[in-house]
């Protein structure tokens, strides 16, 4: 399907964030969900609920960072570019994201999927000597497909599925994974420590050829 391609800008609010003082106490543990880049960066689910770290009315006013509602999607703009996640809860950012408040047109799930798609193209926006670094201008400025609005639900329903199989499918061979090295632990033990004092031996005596490897001519 041949979707308009639409600036982000034209289809959502890009909001950025902002770190209270430190060194000031009153700015810090109140009751304001406040997030960082590494709190999105390991996350089982696309929404994040909770925050480990609070602010104040007060810091909230000084730091001047934004109030985000729940549904906006959260995208860190540096260290590293392209971590994605959706707000679950209302809650407010460092400055190390920019973040998508979707419009009335705007699925919040089709916005994460298609951010998370096109994330490999905004890394190579950034700019920055130290660390690259996103501008809420090109975040703003970049384009992406927007599809009616049920198509666009439909297309999320999809990628969510999708993404159960792939998790699904990455515990499984994890779990394989951990049964394979407790069997042979159990069976053969640790074979650098070799507690159940096998027999030691060098590798030629156990094969019949050692070879190398070739490479085609021609």
Request: aromatic share 10%.
């Amino acid at each position: 399907m041949n979707w308009p391609m639409v600036k982000l800008k034209d289809c959502c609010q890009v909001v950025g964030g902002a770190t209270p003082k430190r060194n000031i106490a009153s700015y810090w543990d109140g009751d304001i969900p406040w997030i960082t880049p590494k709190d999105v960066s390991n996350l089982d689910e696309p929404y994040i609920y909770e925050a480990p770290e609070y602010i104040s009315s007060a810091g909230y006013k000084a730091a001047a960072t934004y109030m985000l509602p729940a549904g906006t999607v959260l995208l860190t703009s540096r260290a590293p570019i392209g971590n994605v996640a959706i707000a679950g809860i209302e809650l407010c950012t460092n400055q190390g994201f920019k973040s998508l408040i979707p419009g009335q047109n705007v699925h919040s799930k089709y916005l994460y999927h298609c951010i998370k798609k096109f994330v490999p193209q905004l890394e190579l926006l950034g700019n920055g000597a130290t660390f690259k670094e996103v501008s809420k201008r090109v975040v703003e400025d970049f384009e992406i497909p927007l599809p009616p609005l049920e198509e666009q639900k439909r297309i999320a329903a999809i990628l969510d599925k999708a993404d159960g199989v792939r998790q699904k499918r990455e515990q499984a061979i994890k779990l394989a994974d951990d049964f394979l090295r407790a069997t042979f632990l159990e069976m053969f033990g640790d074979p650098v420590g070799n507690p159940k004092g096998w027999k030691k031996n060098k590798i030629k005596k156990g094969v019949l050829d050692i070879t190398s490897g070739w490479s085609a001519i021609g």
